[in-house]
T-cell receptor, first 122, second 110 residues
Framework: DSGVTQTPKHLITATGQRVTLRCSPR?????VYWYQQSLDQGLQFLIQ???????AKGNILERFSAQQFPDLHSELNLSSLELGDSALYFC?????????????????????FGPGTRLTVL | AQSVTQPDIHITVSEGASLELRCNYS??????LFWYVQSPGQGLQLLLK??????LVQGIKGFEAEFKRSQSSFNLRKPSVHWSDAAEYFC????????FGTGTKLQVIP
């Protein structure tokens, strides 16, 4: 158990809908990262927040948005859903900001992954 | 483009046999390199990482990886595989952001 929690575990919805995925980081961790894992795209970094501020952006679509709240939990919002958005969405957390020491080179930037939310768009 | 490549999609080894999973990188300079493991239904767990210094890196669960600049490789090894090592293994690399390889699924047969 990494200490990172994600809800819900599974989500089934229809095209065109909007969903919210939630992530609670490990106690004391300030960074939250979101990843998408799909069969055709593999594992892709979406976005990182550090202490409430956006820190780094990856291949996140404009239909997707995220935020990190004062209690450090994070939500990933996916809207106008398409069939191709079906995937496993992971969040990870780390103590540090992930900058200056590369992407997780230093122990404080090691990312701990949650179990994921499996999204199915029908 | 900057990337990491895992040429083997699926590998099967016998329990007790040695294991080597391949990873090649394509970056202008030596990137930071990582190996992660993903067990079925689980998130990713970091096995080991390299950013400088000794080219042989020890990780958790008895794994090690060797950085070879001349071959642009960072292969993962384990001398004796256990059935519990069956999982998917991801090589990753980058600087501020991490790019993941496509993964290698390891099957362990008794």
């Amino acid at each position: 158990d990494s200490g990172v929690t994600q809800t819900p575990k599974h989500l089934i919805t229809a095209t065109g809908q909007r969903v919210t995925l939630r992530c609670s980081p490990r106690s004391g961790d300030l960074s939250v990262y979101w990843y998408q894992q799909s069969l055709d795209q593999g594992l892709q970094f979406l976005i990182q927040y550090y202490n409430g501020e956006e820190r780094a952006k990856g291949n996140i679509l404009e239909r997707f948005s995220a935020q990190q709240f004062p209690d450090l939990h994070s939500e990933l919002n996916l809207s106008s859903l398409e069939l191709g958005d079906s995937a496993l969405y992971f969040c990870a957390s780390s103590v540090g900001s992930g900058t200056g020491g590369g992407a997780g080179v230093y122990d404080k930037d090691t990312q701990y992954f949650g179990p994921g939310t499996r999204l199915t768009v029908l | 483009a900057q990337s990491v490549t895992q040429p083997d999609i699926h590998i099967t080894v016998s329990e007790g046999a040695s294991l080597e999973l391949r990873c090649n990188y394509s970056y202008g300079a030596t990137p930071y390199l990582f190996w992660y493991v993903q067990s079925p239904g689980q998130g990713l767990q970091l096995l080991l990482k390299y950013f400088s210094g000794d080219t042989l890196v020890q990780g958790i669960k008895g794994f090690e990886a060797e950085f070879k600049r001349s071959q642009s490789s960072f292969n993962l090894r384990k001398p004796s595989v256990h059935w519990s090592d069956a999982a998917e293994y991801f090589c990753a690399g980058g600087y501020q952001k991490v790019t993941f390889g496509t993964g290698t699924k390891l099957q362990v047969i008794p």
